[in-house]
Each structure stands twice: as structure tokens, then as C-alpha cells.
């Protein structure tokens, strides 16, 4: 029995010896893979910013970062990121309140979606995987997946495993092309192009329609909360921001977030501004002209 | 609790750890304890079916046994039938049954005002269930005697390596290990755990794989023509095999680390040269049950060549249902049914046929030619196995025949990036090269298993420093693609 353990222990000790480097290669080519760097920089100290900005695409395209820190005065950061949902914006919020503490945070709701189950707003596993060499990160999988966090804390190459197929195309091919989700400034936020508009002309504006609640999910309910209290307790001026979008009006949304959030957290709609279609890129997403005037607005409604 | 899990990590060498250290007398106790954890964590409160029927099976057996006439103890074998079937019957089918009357009274538009259940289906049903029918009907036939020793029974119908996907036991081979004392043996053990690693390879590396390329598929089955129906069907026949023999080679690995030898459930099925031959080497431990308990009481194929015929189908029929409550299953096994009974209604014909042929059927090109021919016929009927309904079975079996130009033409010039949708099917090609990768290593090992024996042996008598460089290689490939997903076995929802 004793040289059948002490022939695992070896094969154990081994083992760890061993899968230590192919993990470590495997975090460095993800790293590099990436061209959104925005986490990478939180977490090497480039990212103190005063102000954050959270949400999806909507926040991603629709705010101009260097713009509304020129307006307020202040370090501003854009941490939107496209097709993610209110569970990514929690855990997303979590991570960065890791490291430091805003000042302020603005969390851009969606409109009709933000509470609905959506295929097109995800729990952007993909977005956090290349940066879980970092523990908040892992924290986060761990919580949302089922990542196993003390096995990642034992092993590298477990830990990394997700990264590997794309940590070769590092290796071979080098860093990904950039796109209209990964183009991020100096202040994290990707423009759209002001030339060319994807506007779908038939959606009538004048059309309205009242809000569901039955749709909504407990678990972006229980987010939304989350972000709250963690905002309160830490001392994080939170606002939430709706962005202007061409599609029929949403009637007794912003009751319902007065609802869920209470009267002490400020709600910015915005959701009825800038109406020209000379500042949207699609009848969801602002273009960089748009996210120039959002910013202004922003800025002026904080300024008050 | 899933042999895939990280939980499984922990617990597998606790129990087994435990095993060795407690007395002999004590052991079946702990085992029995860490069967209904096992169970227990993962489905709760589904455990007390499962101790329904050990009581009911145990009751029935002990009457059974002290009644001399098989007359005596019909009744007693009914009851066990019928309390197994009926647990069967209500978790399994019922639904499927009650929808199928509904929608034929709608049909006659004849108001139908039986609910739907909305009950969970308890992982491994059909497992332990006919494991104890085949107790109850083996201590009704006078072929066992009744086991007296409730804890050694309750152990027959729970042991967890095999408890919710098999090999389905008869008593007559494990209640007597339970009974005897197992002693620490390297050599045993160390086999046990290399089988171990070998199915957690097959399910990791290969089955995990494949699952999301056939989900890619079965998503939107409209936008696949014949090249990517075929191919995803190839490599689910790959999956299915992998998932559910990596189960297999995990329990018959865990049992025999514990002294415990479970039989042989796969016997790599794609050397077989005919349907038959397939499923001669296919869940071997189920198809055994279906003939002992089906087949044989039917009059086998000694009653005419009819009866033989209409044996097996009555076989691939209750074989599509065991496998589940679907009109695709149903139909997928009636048509491998349908596929044995004309191969050995054509036997004459063949082999008249080979006359002619000469010597080419003894060559190797000839058996290799058979190979694939069972093994595309298997692959395609497949199609009804990993669809959702038939109208999906429906469009993949018509796709089966169309667009074959267009996927070849999109796989050499890949316009945009066409490659990754018909011949990756949503992976990259990296992946997909992995993958591929994987299944020459596994065809390799079969290919060595079915003409030289034991890859163990061979690997036994390496050097040692080739043996742990190619244990660690395993282990770390093992570690590198078992991914945030443990995606279940597939059997375990039969």
C-alpha cells in the first residue's frame, strides 16, 4: 500500500511540476491575443479612473469616455461591453471594485431588455476567460460557471484550460484583429462610424407600449441589487443611465426602475433625446457623433 | 454526482481510501453510505425510489425464496414486475404516452382531459430497475437463491460506480464479491485506475467535444446539407460511444480498484462487420438482459425463422423505448431492428454473392469495407437518436442527400470562413485538428486491442520512464480540456 501512495504522491508532485508551464504559457498568449485590453490595464494600475461606465454595447458605443471626462472635469473609463447582461455587469463591478474604488459609476440599463431573458445580451464568459489569471476574475467564473475555483487555485493548466485553442492562434497567427466591439480608446470606448447609418426608417416613434414586468428575471433583478448595495456600502455614487434609441417609446419603465431602485438613486433618461438620425448608428446604438452629444447631456445632468 | 466532476475527485479516493482502512464487516455498510451520497447529493429526494424498490425487490425475493413452486412465487414476481415497470412506466412514459392518446383524440376531436405530469425523470431509471427485475425474475426461475442480507442487497442495487448508467448486473456475479474480502493488490488497483483515466479521456477529450458541434447542428438543422448531416451524425456515433463507454470503463476501473469485477460493456463496436455484430459488442450488458429476459422466453430463433424475425424486432422495439419515451427512439429502433432481420434474410443471397466474389472477401480491403458500411448505417439511423423530434429527424435525413457540391465547394474555397460551418462545424480548426487527433489515438488503441490484446499489457512491459511520461501526458491532456462545462453523461437520462 505505502509504494502505491508514495508512487501517487510523486505522480501528483509531478504532475503540478509539469502543468505549472504549459499554464503559464497558455496565460501569456491569451493576454497578447487580446487587443481589448481594458481588464489588462485595470489590473497593471493603468485604470484609476473617477468615474466608471457599465453596460452593454448601447454603453460601449453610446458614450464618449474622453468627452464626458473633458465635460466633468474628471478621469473617466468606458467598461461597456457588447451582448452583456445585467449578471456581467455585477460581476464586472465586482472586479473593478477589487481594485480600486470610483467615485461614481454610470450602469446604462437597456431598455426593453435589461430585465428579460435575451440571447442577445449573455453572461460574456468569453470577455472575463483571458484575464482569470487574475483572482477577482476567477472569483467571478467560479460564481457564474462551473469553473471549480480551488481546483483553479491548485492548478494553473485547469485554471487556464478555457484559453488554450486560442492562446495557439496567438502563436500562430498573433493578435486578434481589432472590431466594433474590441476598438477601444485611450478611455475604453469604441465609436461607430458617423457615415454610414443602419437605421431601420419604419419603426414608428410615435408608437408606444407599456412595460412588462412578467418578463423579467429574478436573477438580473437580484444584479441590479447587488450593484446597489455593493455601491453603498463601498460609498460609489451610482446613476443609471437610459440611452436614446429609435425604437417605440417604452411607457412605465422608469417607474419601474424607481420601483426597484428606490428614490435615492438617480435615474438619467435620456431615452427620448437626440432624436435626429444623424446621431445613431442603428436604431439601438448611438454613433461616435451621437455618443459626443450623450456625453454633453451627461454631463450637464450630473452637473445640476 | 458526475464521474466528471471535481467533486468526484475528492470522493472517489475518500471512499476508496476509507474502504481499505475499515474492517472487512463494516465495509459493506460504508459502501452503502457512499453509494447513497453518491446518489443522494445529486438528486435527493428521487434516493427513496430507489429504496422503494430494493424493499419491494428484497420482500420479494425472501418470499420467493421459501415458496417451492414456480407457481407459488408468480405472484411474488409479479408484484416486483409490476412495482419496477410501474415506477418505469409513471417517471418514464407515462407523459409520452398521455400526449401521444391526446393528440389522437384531438385528431378524432374527441375531448381528452388527462394531465400531463410535470415530474422529473430520476437519473439511471432504467438501470437499476432492470437490474432488480432481472434478481426478482433470476429468484423466480430458481436460478439464485434469495439474498437474506438486506444491506448486501440494498449495495446490489446502489453500488455507485455502476448505479446510474451500468453495466447492468445480475446477482449472480456481484452480490458474491460484496461477500468476499478484497484485499490490497497493486497490480488490480493500478489497472483499475489507468482504465479509469483511459474513460475520463474518452469522455473529456473526445465526447465533450463533439457535443457542442452536434448541438451546432441540431440548433438549426435547415442550415446544414448532406456533407455536414453526415459528418455530424459520424462523429455523434463517436460521441455516443465515448460518452457512454467512458462511463463504462470509470465504474469497471472504480469497482476493480476495489476488488470488484463488473463485466465487460463495449467491446469496440466499430470492428464490427455487420448491425448484428455491432450490437453483439454494443451495451453488451443490456443486450444480454433483453435476450435473456425477452429474447429466449419469445422462443428465440428456435421456432422458426418468423418467430426469430419477429423476435428481434420485438427486441430493437422494446430496445428503442428503453432508451426513451420518443417516436424517434421508437423508430430508431425498429429500423436497427429492420436493418438485422433483412441482413439475415439476405444471408442466402450473400452468400452466393461471396461465391462469386472469390477471394476478395478474405481480404482485408473486403472486412475494412464492412466496417464502414455497419458503421455509416449506424451513423445515419443515428440521426433520429440525436435530434429532438421527428420533423428535425425529418430534415436532416432529406438533407442527408442534398448540397453535397455546394459543402465541398465551400470547404475548399471557404468563403466566408464557409469551412467552419459545414466542416468544423462552429469550432476552429484548431479544435476541430485536436479532435481529430483524438479519435486516430482512440482507433489506434482499438486497432491494437482487437489483433495484439491488452494495450495495459503492452504499455506494462515499457520502460518505465515512457510509461509515466505517457501516464502524465494523459493526465495533463485530460486536464487541459476538461473545460467550465461537466456536460452529463448522455445515458444518464435513460
Redesign the interface.
Known sequence: ?K??IYKILL?IL??FL??KP?GYLVSQGILERQYDQRLEKLFAGEIRSEVIILGSSRSLNGIDAGQLGEKLGQTIYNFGFSGSNLNFHESLFNIISNVYIPNKVLLVIDDKNAFKLNEKAIYR?DKLYPFIQYDAVLKE?ANN????Y??SKV?W??RE??N??ES??FY?KGQLEPDETTNVDEFGFVSLSSKKSHLINSVNRNLSFEYDIFEEQPTYLASLKKIIKSCNQLGVNLYLVRLPSINAKLVGYNKRLTDLVGGNIPILDFSNELQDERYHFDNGHLNSKGAKAMANLISQSITK | MLFNSIEFLYFFPLVVGLYFILPFRFRWLFLLLASYTFYGLANGLLLLLIVASTLIDYLAGIKMDDIDTKKGRKPFVILSLISNLGILCLFKYYNFFNDSFANLFQLLNIPYLIPSLSIALPVGISFYTFQTMSYSIDVYKGKIKAEKHLGYFALYVTYFPQLVAGPIEKASNLLPQFKTKQHFDYKRITDGLKLMTWGFFKKVVIADQISPMIKYVTDSPEQFNGFSVLLCSCLFVYQIYCDFSAYSDIAIGGAQVMGVKLMENFRRPFFAKSLSDLWSRWHISLINWFQEYIFFPLGGSKKGRRKAYRNVMIVFLVSGLWHGASYNFLIWGLLNGLVIVLTLRLTKLKSAANKKVGSFINSVWYRRFLRVKTYIIFAILGILFYTNDLNSANLLGESLFQGWTDDIRGILMNLENERSHILYLGKSAIQFIALVLAIFILEWVHYFQEYNGSMREFVATKPALVRWLLYIGVTLIIMAFSFDQEIPFIYFQF
Not at chain 1, 145 to 148: E, I, L, P, T
Open positions: 500500500m509504494k502505491l505522480f509531478i504532475i509539469v502543468e504549459f464568459k467564473l460557471s462551473n469553473k471549480n480551488l481546483a492548478s493548466l485547469y484550460n478555457q488554450i485553442f495557439f492562434n500562430l
